[in-house]
């Protein structure tokens, strides 16, 4: 079943997204060579709690952190540990804010220092499909167009699209329906609607997009080791299009 936000959640939600996009805002300076992906867990736990919120990841179904940090080859929920980030890495930080009890979720492929060129336009081109995606976000097209825009995209850039992790709804939970692949055929699947909150989340693979999952039953890494990216807005579908509620200040 799909809930539709009203107005006065979409600000609360809205207000939690602002927050976690300040902590990107933060980690773009605090990530680099050197910096481990705990210290990195540390920051983000002691920036919420000093402004009042919390992470609502740690504990959601026996995930142990507030961050998933995914390095290189990595998709998602990597889990944060002691080693060094080196220069030339890249870096995955997702996270779900809880303020006043509304959540909102964003994750961003941060670089370690100077990065590669080829590592520099994948970030670039994941960055572009999720603008690309969010631009069909709106009331009376489909969830089919959202993955269209990204597939048709990234593909055409000579990328793969993640299969196995969708966007989502979000509200009470971090995840409830409708679920939004990356990939798909546009004027296919449940229409979008005013008040629908969700997350547009793609992963892209500069090789295959087959995964395997580390023993952790959690890390989902690139079968081929080629580098994966991520970049991850909550988005609100209102009457003109889609409110960015992560947005990041430049
Ligand atoms: N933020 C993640 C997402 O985008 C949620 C990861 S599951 C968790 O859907 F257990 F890590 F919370
Ligand atoms: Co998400």
Known sequence: MIKRKSKREIELMHEAGKLLAGVHKELRSFIKPGVTTMEIEKFVERYLEMHGAKGEQKGYQGYEFTTCASVNDEICHGFPRDEKLNNGDIVTIDMVVNL???????????????????????LEVTKTSLYKAIEQAKPGNR???????????????????????????????????????????????????????????????????????????????TLDGSLSAQFEHTIAITKEGALILTEQEE
């Open 100 to 122: 006043n009890g509304a959540l909102a979720d964003s994750a961003w492929t941060h670089p370690v220092g100077e990065i590669s060129e080829e590592a520099e336009k994948l």
């Open 143 to 221: 969830i089919g167009d959202i993955g269209h825009a990204i597939q048709s995209y990234a593909e055409g850039e000579g990328y793969s699209v993640v299969r196995d992790f969708t966007g989502h709804g979000i509200g009470e939970t971090i995840h409830e329906d409708p679920y939004i692949p990356h990939f798909g055929a546009a004027g296919k699947g449940a229409r979008l609607k005013e008040g629908m909150v969700v997350t547009i989340e793609p992963m892209i693979n500069i090789g295959t997009y087959a995964n395997k999952m580390d023993d952790n039953n959690w890390t989902a890494r």
